[in-house]
Every structure is written in C-alpha cells, then in structure tokens.
Nanobody, 125 residues
C-alpha cells in the first residue's frame, strides 16, 4: 500500500505562482510514474502533468509553458511548479502515483494506481 501526502494548496492572485509537492511512502517495489491531476467544480478530473521514472514528462496543453513537474526518484517526491496562474486553474489538485507493488508486477508491468487526498488551489483576485 502506498500513501501520497500532498502539500497544502492555497489562494493565489492571477499571474501568481504556487508550488505543490507530493510525497509517496509505503511498501512498493518501484514507482513507474507520478503526476498531478485536477478537478474543477462540475468538471471531470483531468491530467495536468506526469513524470516517469526515466524522466519523461507529459503536460496538458492548457498548462504547457506555465507549469513544470519534477521529481526526486530517490525520495519518491514529485513537485509541480505553477506559474502565471489563471482563474481557470482553480481546482482540487490530486497527486497520483503508478507503481509496481512487487518484482513480479514489474516484470509483468502490472501497475497499481494510488491517489492523494487532494488539495485546493484557488486563483482569484
């Protein structure tokens, strides 16, 4: 079982910046990917950014050039730096981790997904 603990979000003015962090802990063979998703009121949860264990990153078009994801594999940490925030970035942000629980899972590429509890980010003047 893996636990994901996110840092607190907050209220930011448009154009401002905020950094979120997420720490993964628990018994797991290895983590394949970590990332951030968000869910705004009355909308479905959507991908924001992911980072794989080999360093590959992926971003939603809406955040490219403004958000940066980076990780510390040794400490199972992932960060999301958000710049030039817009009111439409307002959402609950969830940390996600996909990992191989056992070596057997790694060999068979059976990935288990875990979610954090979510943290509110509000962009408003």
């Amino acid at each position: 079982q893996v636990q994901l603990v996110e840092s607190r979000g907050g209220l930011v003015q448009p154009g401002g910046s905020l950094r979120l962090s997420c720490a993964a802990s628990g018994r797991i063979f290895s983590i394949k990917v970590m990332g951030w998703y968000r869910q705004a009121p009355a909308k479905e949860r959507e991908l924001v950014a992911t980072i794989h264990s080999d360093g590959r990153t992926n971003y939603a078009d809406s955040v490219k050039g403004r958000f940066t994801i980076f990780g510390d594999n040794a400490k199972n940490l992932v960060y999301l730096t958000m710049n030039s925030l817009k009111p439409e970035d307002t959402a609950v942000y969830y940390c996600n981790s996909g990992g191989w629980v056992t070596q057997s899972d790694y060999v068979g590429d059976r990935v288990t997904n875990y979610w954090g509890q979510g943290t509110q980010v509000t962009v408003s003047s």
